[in-house]
Each structure stands twice: as structure tokens, then as C-alpha cells.
């Protein structure tokens, strides 16, 4: 199993550009979210969802959009990037296990700059 | 959302145990007691978690206190690969507390070798 996959590693945009984080996993899990880490700081959730076709706002979802239409896939979409959306943003999916969701499995981050 | 309490940061020597504290003192009966680590520069990983009972893995120990306001992340024997951030997170089993992680800032824990 290749785990949670992130494309690109590192990105840089301009102010108003937009673009597409990819998220993917094979481990069949039911829950992927979307996380971002500003320097010296924890992880805030920014979207997540329960299964394919179900997404909802995490604490800081504005300026981001997401959807699900397969269970393996979760992307992020920045609309129009301000230089406040500089940081490092972590995907992660878990399973259920008799209605308790289990440990987070996290990719390997993409680190973007907005100019 | 039920929110933790650790230090800032910690310092532990090579192969000495070291124990991390969490304080939780508004923990709900079904609240998960989880554990991250994040190595720098790498996504979080997990560590451990537990609801009662005191919990052991490969990694680490989970020693919950009777009253499940309080936990310590036990390392046996601390490597300079320990060397991280490592949150305590609690985690819910109600449809609508267990969607949402809430993460601090963590303990940062240094090894001397």
C-alpha cells in the first residue's frame, strides 16, 4: 500500500491564482480530511469527509472548496490564493471500527507559497 | 470540543524513559485519548490511544489516570529519532464530536544523546 499520497510536494502561486491539491489513499478508508500548518503552530482542519459524495467544514474553511466523488480521492481546491494561505497542508484518512473512528494515516504534506 | 493542556516543551536524555503529561480536565466518558508525534519536516504519525485502561504498543505506553483527567505518553526509552511534537487529542464517538480533531500546539521534546 502506497498509504496517503500528496501532489505536489511544494508549490508556489501568485496572488488570485487557483489550484488543486491532490489527496489520494488505498486503504478503502471511509474518512479523509484536509488539515494546514502555519509555522509554530498545530494542525487546523480546513474540510473533511465521511465517505464519498459527504463533505463539511472543518474551523478554517473559508477560501477553500472540496469534494468527494470517490472514496480514494479528496482534493482541495484554492479559489484564488492570498499570501494567508501560505502553509503547509496535510491530508490524512482513517477507518471505523464498530462506530469509533481509528488512528489518522497523514501524507507527506505540500508545502505552498502565494506570492 | 474537549480541549488538552501539555508543557511546551521537554528534554530527555538518550535510552532514559520519558514521560509526557496531558491534562484533559474536561474529558466526556466516551472521549479516545490519542497520541501524535510529528518528526520535523514529516505529516503527523500516530502513537497510540486508549479510553480507560492503561495501553501498551510497540511505540509506547498510555497510562490513563482514574479519573481520565489526566494521561502520560510513556516512552520506554527515548532515541534521537523522538525527537518531535507530540499532541494529545481526545476524540469522540458521537456523530458529532468524533468528525472534528482538535490539535494544539503539543510538547516539543528534545533528546540530548
Known amino acids: 500500500n502506497a498509504g496517503v499520497t500528496q501532489t505536489p510536494k511544494f508549490q508556489v502561486l501568485k496572488t488570485g491564482q487557483s489550484m488543486t491539491l491532490q489527496c489520494a489513499q488505498d486503504m478503502n478508508h471511509e474518512y479523509m480530511s484536509w488539515y494546514r500548518q502555519d509555522p509554530g503552530m498545530g494542525l487546523r482542519l480546513i474540510h473533511y469527509?465521511?465517505?464519498?459524495?459527504?463533505?463539511d467544514q472543518g474551523e478554517v474553511p473559508n477560501g477553500y472548496n472540496v469534494s468527494r466523488s470517490t472514496t480514494e480521492d479528496f482534493p482541495l481546491r484554492l479559489l484564488s490564493a492570498a499570501p494567508s494561505q501560505t502553509s503547509v497542508y496535510f491530508c490524512?484518512?482513517?477507518?471505523?471500527?464498530?462506530?469509533?473512528?481509528?488512528?489518522?494515516?497523514f501524507g507527506p504534506g505540500t508545502r505552498l507559497t502565494v506570492l | 470540543d474537549a480541549k488538552t493542556t501539555q508543557p511546551n516543551s521537554m528534554e530527555s536524555n538518550e535510552e532514559e524513559p520519558v514521560h509526557l503529561p496531558c491534562n484533559h480536565s474536561?474529558?466526556?466518558?466516551?472521549?479516545?485519548i490519542h497520541w501524535y508525534r510529528q518528526l520535523p519536516s514529516q505529516g503527523p504519525e500516530y502513537v497510540i490511544h486508549g479510553l480507560t485502561s492503561n495501553v501498551n504498543n510497540r511505540m509506547a505506553s498510555l497510562a490513563i489516570a482514574e479519573d481520565r483527567k489526566s494521561s502520560t505518553l510513556i516512552l520506554h526509552r527515548a532515541t534521537l529519532r523522538d525527537a518531535a511534537v507530540y499532541y494529545c487529542?481526545?476524540?469522540?464517538?458521537?456523530?458529532?464530536?468524533?468528525?472534528?480533531?482538535?490539535w494544539g500546539l503539543g510538547t516539543s521534546l528534545a533528546v540530548n544523546p
Open positions: 487529542i481526545l476524540r469522540g464517538t458521537n456523530a458529532g464530536n468524533n468528525r472534528k480533531l482538535i
Open positions: 474536561t474529558i466526556s466518558g466516551t472521549d479516545y
Open positions: 469527509s465521511v465517505g464519498a459524495g459527504i463533505t
Open positions: 490524512a484518512s482513517s477507518t471505523r471500527l464498530a462506530g469509533v473512528w481509528n488512528e489518522q494515516f
